[in-house]
């Protein structure tokens, strides 16, 4: 009887190593394990066998058939494994066929520069305000120190709807009523669309976009503005930019300021870009007028401050190197999707 | 202002090349417009005398001249120039030398003989007749006198000068002239400063003998001066003086005129020379003109006049256009005799108005419209005399025509070096300061703490502290300035509540697959018609622009589909297949006529095209919009004249009109030469921005099954599904999970008239578990609902 085991044994062995697929192998276990399977019958069989053998053998017929049953287990998962790989295989496909497209959103260039100088003076804690695009006369001009006639209204040709009622040419004017609203500590900025009567060309609109910045506190100097600046531009331009001043003229801030900033393109050595000069102008600055103050309701004994004006478009013109303005309010779809 | 630089060394000492000067003047407020060093790109070019000229066998135009350019033999060159005689001195451009503009000049044959240069035009050499008399004559230019052959042409022709152009800042008039400048160079440079002569002699004789001069109009004219001089000796002006002239840009003409301009643009004042002889009355009457006077200026032109323009006039007409320009008839001509010298402060903007108005813009009026200072008037005069008296150009006679008010004094500024430093921040010695503000002119005395300066009248824009901080520190440098990291409490910026919700709004639309556009804010006028608008029609009345670029941009929108349409336009026209844009921005409202700031309404624009948009893809943008919002909507069918009448609706956002949208109509889209379906909206954000958003509060997730039930309808084929839903679910009441539509069918086996639409509908409860009973007694009142609309239950 034992003789016989084995031989079951291994001829059960023998077919189940050669099982090419799934219903082999079932038919193999039918075979040797079923209910009727060779090796269960052989149990059966065992009546005829004297007490003390009977458990030996027993033994001897479950360890065969659980060293059947493993094998064949282990002949079920390989054969698995290589059906799955086959399936896989044959379901390889050209990944360089094109995609389905997503029907992909964004903001306009203006908007996403807009969004980042926000986000920037937002994180120094400027609140973010808006002001009417339609000014008067009083705060786009008189209220910044501009009176009537005065030469520097010669400096931006503004769009006029009625008698002292204009298209703002600076976002300045919200300055003033910031200042009128609130009371110092002030930290703002708005920003804004402005008008200014020029004929469009590549590099001018008659409408573009500005950002104006206020702060206005007690002991306020040209070091905190040229240290908000400096953070401005190492976030905007590069942590490596040098920022400098240059004296210049506006009638509502006083000293008046020219900010450049060290060009981008060569770091100061002088290129195309920078026009050899190693510089770029990038704003106006200023400490506020003590005029300004005053017709706001502050005392220029008591605080300080100082503004700046940021070309929103001309930022967004040199970061995307755009060399035509008009592209931003052509608003053809294939720019659109640059960005 | 252009200046150039050998004229400027007659004031101040520059002792620095023109790189360092350029670099260092504009971090002292003055930029550098551009910069021309005469006789830049000439090389190799020499003065050369012609030996010898023979003709050209091959060619009966081109001629063999001999050269001595200063070497041992002579050089010959070949040229094409017929006005030049042996013995001629003339430039030439040697072998390798180069010309204005890169031209290089190289030896080579022409027609078969040797040419080792050229000979020059003075067109080749950059010249204009203001340059060197003859310099613009057809051919080589003929030099002037006897030169060493071999001597560099630009020496020759003195071309040795940089002509510098400053930019002044509005603020600074008194920059804005050689005395100005030099001034600010001798501080930046830390350098002497000297002064013109401005003594004369005189001749005796007494002014009012001559003439008798009066001011009606005091407030235009705050300050009028007149000298006579006598037998004038009218001549070429100096070399020198004629140089400074050219190089500011203005035209030398005799010693006289050239005088008036030249002390103009020396002193910043402009003076003007009347011909004595020309004045009627020997009057000279500074007054308004007369509603219909006339005067034909220098240039030729004749200008009717009006009563606000305030004119010079003899005793019977108009003789000058006060600070703008002079009359003809009164001009100096060669054979003037006798002059009449004015110099005289006109109020700017008088002088503005009337230079407008007239259409003229001349150097005098701009320094009038700048500001002149009333104390220079006198300054101004005196240089001008001591110049006729150094020229030799008249006899001057004794005694001034002085009409003036009280004249400015200087101001006085008293403040402390703290009060300067608290607003730069930087620690200036205080000795710097004083010293830095005298040498601007600016007496300044310390006292301790206690500054005081005197301001003269010509720097009236320095006013207060913040001008001195600012001359302060534009001398001692703004290099100086360190940055402070910004300081104060600690807080984070806040936006407003319109700009958080429009943020949140363009994210959402950017996610479904929108573009931002940006439009301009005016727009065509014509729009309203393009639209369809009717007659009364709100959106017609546009705010007009008083100045726009053209009519194009002439009108402030109260729409933004035409904006809108007009890019789809451009899309469309550049073979863009599909788009989906929207943009933000504001329309204005106003009563007109314009009398106060309009209504500014912030408003949305989507527009939508392509062959996978439809109606429906724009309704589901909007729903999202509104839903974002915390709207609660309904759709009702409305009438834009731009929209296609069966394809566009109104809606409500919880019960105010927020919306329109539609299918544009074909014959507006066809003005816009879009052949295709466009889809838009012109979403209210106001409207949108006012809805208080509930709180959001998680609704638990359902516990109990949902049953679903069919119900297939055949209704009117006019029946809106909007109703339906609406009868299912107030039929349903609170079980009501959801409601779809999946089919709608007109067609074969549907009565003419009538369509068939399915719904499932999912019931659910959060209590439990729905019975079929509930769930049979929801269903029955549902169908009641939809019987009441008139559909029928389809078996």
């Known amino acids: ?339 | 202002m252009k200046v150039s630089l050998n004229h400027l060394k007659r004031y101040v000492d520059i002792n620095v090349g023109v790189e360092e000067l350029i670099e260092k003047m504009p971090l002292a407020g003055f930029e550098i417009e551009s910069v021309t060093r005469q006789g830049e790109g000439i090389k190799r070019v020499v003065a050369a005398k012609i030996l010898k000229i023979t003709p050209h066998e091959n060619s009966d135009h081109l001629q063999i001249c001999q050269m001595d350019v200063g070497e041992n033999a002579p050089v010959q060159i070949v040229t094409g120039a017929q006005n030049i005689s042996e013995g001629d001195y003339v430039p030439a451009a040697l072998d390798d030398s180069f010309l204005p503009g890169g031209v290089h000049i190289v030896s080579g044959k022409l027609r078969g003989v040797d040419s080792h240069g050229m000979l020059c035009s003075g067109e080749e050499l950059g010249l204009t007749e203001a340059d060197y008399e003859g310099a613009e004559v057809h051919g080589i230019l003929i030099l002037k006198g006897e030169h060493k052959p071999g001597t560099d042409i630009k020496e020759v022709l003195g071309l040795d000068d940089t002509i510098i152009d400053f930019s002044i800042t509005s603020n600074r008039p008194d920059a804005g002239s050689f005395l100005g400048i030099a001034k600010e160079i001798s501080v930046v440079l830390n350098t002497q400063f000297k002064a013109p002569e401005t003594e004369y002699k005189t001749v005796g004789g007494d002014i009012n003998d001559y003439i008798s001069v009066s001011v009606q109009n005091d407030d235009l004219c705050p300050r009028y001066m007149g000298r006579m001089v006598k037998n004038l000796r009218i001549n070429p002006s100096p070399d020198w003086m004629q140089k400074a002239i050219i190089a500011a840009g203005m035209r030398p003409i005799n010693n006289i005129v050239d005088i008036t301009n030249f002390v103009m643009l020396e002193t910043g004042q402009p003076m003007h020379a009347f011909n004595y002889n020309d004045l009627k009355d020997k009057k000279i009457i500074v007054r308004n003109a007369r509603e219909g006077e006339k005067i034909v200026t220098l240039d030729g032109n004749e200008f009717n006049l009006t009563e606000d323009m305030l004119v010079i006039a003899d005793g019977q007409n108009p003789s000058c256009l006060a600070g703008i320009m002079g009359g003809k008839e009164s001009e100096i001509e060669d054979d003037t005799t006798d002059l009449f010298l004015e110099a005289a402060k006109f109020r700017r903007d008088n002088v503005r108005h009337t230079a407008h108005a007239l259409g003229i813009h001349t150097e005098s009026c701009a320094r009038f419209e700048k500001g002149t200072d009333i104390n220079n008037v006198e300054y101004a005069m005196n240089r001008a005399l001591s110049l006729i008296y150094e020229l030799d150009a008249g006899d001057i006679i004794d005694g001034a025509a002085d009409i003036h008010g009280k004249l400015d004094e200087n101001r006085i500024i008293k403040t402390t070096t703290k009060k300067i430093l608290e607003l730069i921040g930087v620690d200036v010695p205080s000795d710097t300061m004083v010293s830095i503000l005298n040498k601007l002119g600016l007496k300044t005395t310390l006292d301790g703490d206690n500054l005081t300066v005197s301001v003269p009248s010509i720097r009236s824009d320095v006013e207060g502290r913040a001008d001195l901080a600012e001359e302060i520190m534009r001398i001692y440098g703004y290099n100086h300035i360190k940055g402070r990291p910004m300081r104060g409490e600690v807080t984070r910026g806040k936006k407003l509540a319109e700009r958080e919700k429009s943020d949140k709004i363009k994210s959402l639309l950017c996610a479904a697959g929108l573009r931002e556009i940006a439009t301009y804010s005016f727009i065509n006028p014509a729009a309203a018609d393009i639209l369809n608008l009717s007659a009364d029609d709100e959106r017609r009345n546009m705010i007009k622009i008083i100045n726009p670029l053209g009519d194009e941009y002439s009108a402030l929108r109260t729409q933004l589909i035409w904006s809108m349409l007009s890019v789809i336009s451009t899309n469309v026209s550049r073979k863009c297949e599909s788009a989906r844009f929207f943009e933000i921005s504001k329309r204005f409202f106003a009563e007109l006529p314009l009398k106060a700031q309009p209504q500014e309404i912030p408003t949305m624009s989507i527009g939508i095209y392509g062959e996978d948009e439809d109606f429906f893809t724009l309704k589901g943008i909007i729903e999202a919009v509104m839903k974002l919002c915390g709207a609660h909507t309904r759709y009702e069918r409305s009438n834009e004249p731009y929209l296609h009448p069966g394809r566009q609706a109104v809606v409500f956002a919880n019960n105010t009109p927020a919306a329109v949208f539609g299918e544009v109509h074909p014959a507006v889209a066809e003005k816009f030469g879009i052949d295709t379906r466009v889809y838009v909206a012109e979403i209210k954000l106001d409207v949108l921005y006012a809805i208080n958003k509930r709180k959001l509060i998680y609704k638990p997730l359902p516990k109990y099954p949902a049953v679903e039930r069919d119900f297939s309808l055949l209704t009117d084929i006019d029946m809106p599904v909007g109703e339906l839903q609406n009868a299912i679910s107030s039929g349903a009441g609170r079980l009501l999970e959801k409601i779809k539509l999946f089919d709608i069918y007109t067609g074969s086996q549907i009565p003419e008239g009538k369509k068939s639409i399915a719904f499932s509908v999912w019931l659910r409860s959060s209590e439990g578990t729905l019975t079929e009973e509930q769930t049979e007694a929801a269903c029955t009142r549902i169908i009641d609902k939809l019987q009441k609309l008139g559909a029928e239950l389809r078996k």
């Open chain 1, 1 to 339: 009887m034992k003789e016989k085991l084995e031989a079951i044994r291994l001829a059960a062995e023998a077919a189940a190593n050669e099982a090419l697929d799934e219903k082999q192998i079932e038919e193999i276990r039918v075979k040797y394990l079923g209910k009727k399977g060779e090796l269960t019958s052989l149990l059966k069989q065992m009546g005829g066998l004297s007490p003390e053998e009977r458990p030996k053998m027993g033994q001897l017929v479950n360890d065969a058939k659980a060293k059947v049953e493993s094998l064949i287990a282990e002949r079920r998962a390989r054969l698995k494994e290589k059906a799955t790989e086959l399936k896989l295989k044959a379901e390889t496909i050209d990944i360089t066929l094109p995609e389905k497209e997503v029907n992909r959103g964004g903001l306009h260039p203006l908007s996403i520069v807009t969004n980042d100088l926000i986000d920037i003076f937002q994180s120094m804690g400027f609140d973010v305000l808006d002001g009417p695009e339609v000014e008067t006369d009083y705060y786009n001009f008189e209220c910044l120190n501009v009176p009537a006639d005065h030469p520097a209204r010669d400096m931006q040709d503004t769009f006029y709807l009625a008698d002292k009622i204009l298209l703002r040419t600076q976002t300045s004017a919200a300055q003033i009523r910031t200042m009128e609203n609130r009371k110092p500590p002030i930290r703002i900025i708005c920003p804004g669309r402005v008008f200014r009567a020029d004929e469009v060309d590549a590099t001018h609109s008659p409408v573009f976009h500005q950002l104006e910045g206020l702060v206005v506190d007690k002991g306020v100097t040209m070091c905190d503005l040229m240290g908000v600046l400096e953070q401005f531009a190492h976030e905007i331009y590069g942590k490596d930019v040098k920022v400098r001043f240059r004296p210049s003229f506006f009638p509502f801030t006083e000293p008046s300021v020219e900010v450049d900033v060290s060009c981008t393109e060569c770091g100061g050595e002088g290129c195309r870009v920078c026009k050899g000069e190693g510089w770029i102008e990038i704003l106006g600055a200023g400490m506020v007028h003590p005029n300004v103050l005053r017709s706001c309701g502050i005392d220029p004994d008591v605080y300080s401050g100082f503004a700046f004006g940021i070309g929103i478009d001309r930022i967004t013109t040199t970061r995307y190197k755009i060399s035509d303005i008009r592209l931003l309010f052509e608003n053809d779809k294939r720019f659109l999707e640059q960005f």
